[in-house]
């Protein structure tokens, strides 16, 4: 295998607390690197440890990060700071050596948060399919979150929203970011559209307006 054709994207993970073992555990759902792999890319999963995840940021060269879902953020009642610790330092990472970023559900939140944007508790958004509406067309979606934005501020555009007014999708065009409260690993079998946008953002094709 030639290493350098290898198209490499990193992946966050969520953290879960076994009490019994006294132990943080970092795991992710299997369909998550499918997706990846779907859309043409070798998925490397990084520990919730800052540290770590910047070596091997500068170790590879990588196509891009990818903020996954789970865990809400410290500040809005969650329970892994080292998490949020991470996903803030990658994205400041990734903005500081223009690394195409795209997050989903948490991932969406931890972008709009890292953007001074207030999220809200909403209702109505947990295990359901919702339509969804605006520049990044029209569409039934999965949902599966209590948070999220009502507006948004500069450099974040809004992409979509659901009928009762949350986001559903953001983009940054200048930073190649891209933020979705859907999941598309959890779509099966995984939906083309959501592999032709990660396959522009990451090959750093974001349209103008």
């Not at 759902?29 to 490397?44: E, K, M, R, S, W």
């Not at 207030?118 to 948070?147: C, D, I, P, W």
């Not at 559209?193 to 990451?202: E, G, M, N, P, T």
Request: hydrophobic fraction near 40%; charged fraction near 25%; proline fraction near 5%.
């Amino acid at each position: 295998m030639n290493r350098s054709r290898i198209k490499t994207v990193l992946y966050t993970q969520r953290v879960e607390i076994a009490e019994s073992y006294g132990e943080r555990r970092d795991c992710a759902d299997q369909n998550i690197p499918g997706f990846l792999a779907a859309c043409g890319y070798l998925p490397v999963p990084v520990p919730n440890i800052w540290s770590i995840a910047k070596e091997m940021l500068m170790y590879w060269q990588v196509e891009g990060i990818v903020l996954t879902g789970g865990n809400s953020l410290a500040k809005y009642g969650g329970n892994a700071p080292e998490r949020d610790d991470l996903e803030m330092n990658m994205l400041d990472f990734a903005l500081k050596q223009e690394i195409p970023v795209y997050g989903f559900c948490r991932g969406m939140q931890v972008i709009a948060d890292y953007f001074g944007c207030r999220l809200e508790n909403v209702t109505g958004h947990v295990a359901v399919r919702h339509k969804v509406a605006g520049e990044a067309g029209s569409m039934e979606v999965n949902s599966f979150h209590n948070q999220a934005c009502f507006s948004v501020q500069p450099p974040l555009e809004v992409l979509a929203r659901a009928e009762d007014g949350v986001i559903e999708a953001v983009c940054c065009r200048e930073k190649h970011i891209l933020g979705t409260m859907w999941h598309p690993e959890r779509e099966n079998p995984f939906c083309d559209a959501d592999i032709q946008r990660i396959k522009k953002l990451f090959n750093r094709v974001m349209h103008d307006k």
